[in-house]
């Protein structure tokens, strides 16, 4: 049916509408008053207390999403990644103590659209009966799996992957090697993880470094980082490389690459030092912000293209997963490394300097940073440590002092067990 058309006086009636429609919204007591979208409400659920718990047998992991979502398990050898779309998550409890299997964990926005989970482990271990259930309270859903060993699983079922089989929304991994940090030989074959540290004692050989007041700066620093080592190792928590533990000359590249080859969570330079004046006292040094951010772009477009060897890439195709997502999750997780070993540097400078305060005297101003060849590394989080001057007669002779030695010792021990115990030395 056609519309009829309207008269003029209707037309006209309309208009006049509009126009003091118009003449309204256009008065400043209305242009002000602008629309304001209402906030949705906080989604602020809990999650119960035991959502971690078990023992090193057997730990259970519970996640708290706000919606249902596929997920995908990446198990690293000192880590477990769960990759989840942009969604918001309730973790359980934060531990200060290993609970379990579970060493730490953090979580949270990855990316634009992506959501993960970290969970540092106490060795490599297997998932089982990973499942995802809407919540009892109906405030979102439960994504709910346990761990237990590796080493139990391979035992108890020979053919069974590091991982569980897809199950409901979940999506199998792999288990490549992690670019850093990697477990180590010790670990391995004690099935704990440790925290790698490189202790490199300065000059050696051919090479006596400074001399004066009857104190060789290769002998006394050596000295000193065996006492570092033994008071490391009695701990049990780390394992403890040296490039030197005896009388010999390593090249400064190879200093610096044995703590790379190792993953080495903290490299150490051990030296001490000369000056014309009577300077005294002991000085951290860092490396220099310009060179530490060239090494960084360099370091990162190395993980990038080298995160997964050709066996894994095999391994992956046959089970079905891309290895493209695979690959960008393990680049994204060295790069991250790559990118936050300055802050862990700084945190661990900072470190070293309050506890060894307490213990010996400091220069003035003892955060340094300078371009040390054994420092250029993006990978490792590396200090070099001048513990005195052999110039000085007071600091000379302390160097030669093992009471000196072991209060020094201690207090560099201590502030290690500090930096691992910091958030911010890890972080995600």
């Known amino acids: 049916m056609e519309r009829a058309p309207r008269s003029g006086a209707a037309v006209q009636a309309l208009i006049g509408a509009l126009a003091l429609l118009l003449s309204t919204l256009s008065h400043p007591a209305v242009a002000q008053v602008v629309p304001v979208k209402a906030e949705p409400v906080a989604w602020q659920p809990q999650i119960r207390p035991d959502a971690l718990n078990g023992d090193t047998k057997r730990t259970r992991f519970v996640v708290r999403l706000d919606r249902e979502a596929r997920y995908q398990f990446l198990n690293l050898p000192n880590r477990l990644v769960i990759e989840l779309p942009d969604v918001k998550l309730v973790l359980p409890p934060p531990n200060d103590t290993p609970v379990g299997l579970v060493q730490g964990f953090t979580g949270g926005l990855a990316g634009p659209g992506r959501s993960r989970v970290i969970i540092d482990v106490t060795q490599p271990v297997a998932i089982e009966n990973d499942r995802i259930d809407k919540a009892p309270d109906g405030k979102g859903y439960l994504l709910a799996f346990e761990m237990i060993p590796s080493e139990t699983a391979a035992k108890a079922e020979p053919k069974m992957r590091s991982l569980a089989k897809p199950s409901g929304l979940g999506a199998a991994g792999v288990e490549p090697p992690q670019p850093r940090p990697a477990v180590t030989r010790d670990t391995a074959r004690s099935n704990t993880f440790k925290h790698t540290i490189v202790i490199d004692p300065g000059h050696g050989g051919h090479d006596s470094g400074a001399m004066k007041h009857g104190t060789v700066e290769k002998d006394v620093v050596l000295a000193f980082s065996l006492a570092l080592r033994d008071k490391l190792k009695a701990t049990g928590r780390y394992n403890v490389l040296m490039t030197r533990d005896s009388d010999v000359f390593?090249?400064?590249?190879?200093?610096?690459?044995?703590?790379?080859?190792?993953?080495?969570?903290?490299?150490?330079?051990?030296?001490?030092?000369?000056?014309?004046?009577?300077?005294?006292?002991?000085?951290?040094?860092?490396?220099?912000?310009?060179?530490?951010?060239?090494?960084?772009?360099?370091?990162?477009?190395?993980?990038?293209?080298?995160?997964?060897?050709?066996?894994?890439?095999?391994?992956?195709?046959?089970?079905?997963?891309?290895?493209?997502?695979?690959?960008?999750?393990?680049?994204?997780?060295?790069?991250?490394?790559?990118?936050?070993?300055?802050?862990?540097?700084?945190?661990?400078?900072?470190?070293?300097?309050?506890?060894?305060?307490?213990?010996?005297?400091?220069?003035?101003?003892?955060?340094?940073?300078?371009?040390?060849?054994?420092?250029?590394?993006?990978?490792?989080?590396?200090?070099?440590?001048?513990?005195?001057?052999?110039?000085?007669?007071?600091?000379?002779?302390?160097?030669?002092?093992?009471?000196?030695r072991e209060k020094v010792s201690d207090s560099i021990s201590e502030a290690i067990q500090n930096y691992f115990s910091s958030a911010e030395s890890r972080p995600m």
């Open 250 to 404: 390593v090249p400064l590249d190879e200093r610096r690459d044995f703590g790379e080859k190792n993953s080495a969570h903290l490299f150490i330079a051990v030296h001490a030092d000369y000056a014309s004046t009577q300077a005294r006292g002991a000085t951290i040094y860092s490396l220099r912000d310009s060179m530490a951010t060239a090494l960084k772009r360099t370091a990162k477009n190395q993980v990038a293209g080298n995160v997964l060897p050709e066996k894994n890439r095999a391994v992956i195709q046959q089970i079905g997963d891309s290895t493209k997502a695979v690959e960008g999750i393990l680049a994204d997780l060295a790069q991250r490394d790559v990118e936050s070993n300055q802050v862990r540097t700084g945190v661990f400078s900072k470190t070293v300097i309050e506890n060894m305060g307490s213990a010996t005297s400091m220069r003035d101003n003892p955060d340094q940073s300078a371009n040390f060849r054994v420092l250029l590394s993006a990978k490792v989080p590396s200090v070099l440590i001048e513990l005195a001057y052999v110039s000085n007669q007071q600091d000379a002779a302390l160097l030669k002092s093992d009471e000196w």
